[in-house]
T-cell receptor, first 116, second 114 residues
Framework: AQKVTQAQTEISVVEKEDVTLDCVYE???????LFWYKQPPSGELVFLIR??????QNEISGRYSWNFQKSTSSFNFTITASQVVDSAVYFC?????????????FGKGTMLLVSP | EADIYQTPRYLVIGTGKKITLECSQT?????MYWYQQDPGMELHLIHY???????EKGDLSSESTVSRIRTEHFPLTLESARPSHTSQYLC?????????????FGPGTRLTVL
């Protein structure tokens, strides 16, 4: 069975603070893909990043960075110098052969509130 | 850029009404999905489709039904709406040739049943 856990339900920070969103996953498969999506107040989910299980390099994109550690089954997301526009719900998700790669297993989401 | 559309964006209806939520995509994706998102944010997969004339039930039991007569179109129907159906409904699609199943999402339909 696959599972994605986002233990932080809600995080509040003040603008310019750094914030890390945690994601822990479970799968018996050795090949799998991990994703992060952002859901702003407008409602749609916006794709942020995809990572395959064989690529443990950390990735940085502007103020966003991702730390993938297979040893701890974690795929954490850090926003540096947060801005009000970063306020959204963030979802971590997993795709694996267990589901034929046909569906995504989502975490319950973390709501990030960035105040001015 | 993803081109997936949902109509209506907002809908308020009375109990017992039949409704259809529309979802269309212009990317030629084979796979399409419907998610129900509860007020607590959690996403629940309720239906998906691998292609034309293919539909499957998702993880969460739903009283809704879907059809896939055309590749680009994946409507969801509630025969008799109830207050318990009040939720946000999100449609998504993905390219079947992509091994990793990156899904593109529509803007959602926020349904309120009175």
């Amino acid at each position: 069975a696959q599972k994605v856990t986002q233990a932080q339900t809600e995080i509040s920070v003040v603008e310019k603070e750094d914030v890390t969103l945690d994601c822990v996953y479970e799968t018996r498969d050795t090949t799998y893909y991990l994703f992060w999506y952002k859901q702003p107040p407008s409602g749609e989910l916006v794709f942020l990043i995809r990572r395959n299980s064989f690529d443990e390099q950390n990735e940085i994109s502007g103020r966003y960075s991702w730390n993938f550690q297979k040893s701890t089954s974690s795929f954490n997301f850090t926003i540096t110098a947060s801005q009000v526009v970063d306020s959204a719900v963030y979802f971590c998700a997993l795709s694996a052969p267990n589901s034929g790669y046909s569906t995504l297993t989502f975490g319950k989401g973390t709501m990030l509130l960035v105040s001015p | 850029e993803a081109d997936i559309y949902q109509t209506p964006r907002y809908l308020v209806i009375g109990t017992g009404k039949k409704i259809t939520l529309e979802c269309s995509q212009t990317m030629g994706h084979d796979k399409m999905y419907w998610y129900q998102q509860d007020p607590g944010m959690e996403l629940h997969l309720i239906h998906y489709s691998y292609g034309v004339n293919s539909t499957e039930k998702g993880d969460l039991s739903s009283e809704s039904t879907v059809s896939r007569i055309r590749t680009e179109h994946f409507p969801l129907t509630l025969e008799s709406a109830r207050p318990s159906h009040t939720s946000q409904y999100l449609c998504a699609s993905s390219e079947s040739r992509e091994f990793y199943n990156e899904q593109f999402f529509g803007p959602g339909t926020r349904l309120t049943v009175l």
